[in-house]
Structures are given as structure tokens and as C-alpha cells.
């Protein structure tokens, strides 16, 4: 049986490789920061050097944010690890994300109504063109 060989991980990263692991723009990583999500350090030069913790919470973030969170919501639920624990931290974010529910269900209705009052709007606009051309 081949052995396998497990891919050590990296213990810290520029800006410019998390934005490209990440597919985003560096900009976005400094705004991130700005706002407190991240917490770089600096070398004697002043560059932001990453840890695998930042890398950690930068995929939680941009998970967060494609689930519809906002970032403060964001930043509430990654904080409370180390406020409150693991446990304190499970249930915010089930709060958050039962909300996040209840408003995709709203919508998901309202697009059904929508589409039923789209449909409705075909179907008296092909039944007029009928009518119109047939008079030809």
C-alpha cells in the first residue's frame, strides 16, 4: 500500500498569498483588518504577516459573508470562541443562522409570488397577441 505523505501547512502567509488562496483582493484583507476580523503581525519593515489562525478566520469569513452574514454578525459569532467558548460560540451562530433561515423562506415566497404573477402577465400578453393577429 503507497504511503501517504501528508502536506505539512504553513505557519504564516503574506497578504498577497492569502488574497490569491482566497481569491480576493488584497484591499479586502486590509478592510477585514480594519474592522478587527484580523490581527497580523508585522515584520521590522512594517509587511503583515498572517498566521494560520488569520488564514483560519478569513475562510470563516468569506464562508460567513456567502451565507448572507453581515460582518458584524461575523465578527460577533468568531469572537465568542474566545470570549465564551466553543459552546457560547455554537449558539450565537445558531441563532444567527436560524434568522438567516426565516428571511430565505421570506424571500423564496415572495419569489414564488413573483413568478406566479409573471406567469400570469405571459399569459394574458400571448393570449392578446393571438387576438391581435388573427384580426390581420
Same mark, same amino acid.
Given at each position: ?56 478566520? @478569513?475562510? !470563516?469569513?468569506?464562508?460567513? +459573508?456567502? &451565507? ?5 454578525? #461575523? *465578527? %460577533? ?14 449558539? @450565537?451562530? !445558531?441563532?444567527?443562522?436560524? +434568522?438567516? &433561515? ?5 424571500? #423564496? *415566497? %415572495? ?26
Amino acid at each position: 500500500m503507497p504511503k501517504k505523505t501528508q502536506r505539512k501547512e504553513r505557519e504564516t502567509y503574506t497578504i498577497s498569498e492569502l488574497a490569491r488562496e482566497f481569491d480576493i483582493s488584497t484591499r479586502t484583507i486590509r478592510y477585514y483588518e480594519e474592522l478587527g476580523l484580523l490581527s497580523p503581525e508585522r515584520t521590522s519593515g512594517n509587511q503583515r504577516i498572517f498566521t494560520k489562525r488569520d488564514k483560519t478566520r @478569513l475562510k !470563516l469569513i468569506i464562508r460567513g +459573508k456567502r &451565507l448572507g452574514f453581515s460582518l458584524n454578525e #461575523i *465578527k %460577533e459569532m468568531i469572537e465568542m470562541y474566545d470570549v465564551a467558548g466553543e459552546t457560547e460560540q455554537i449558539k @450565537l451562530t !445558531l441563532k444567527y443562522g436560524e +434568522k438567516k &433561515l426565516k428571511e430565505i423562506e421570506e424571500k #423564496i *415566497k %415572495e419569489l414564488e409570488m413573483l413568478r406566479e404573477d409573471m406567469l400570469s402577465i405571459r399569459e394574458i400578453l400571448i393570449k392578446r397577441l393571438k387576438e391581435l393577429e388573427s384580426k390581420k
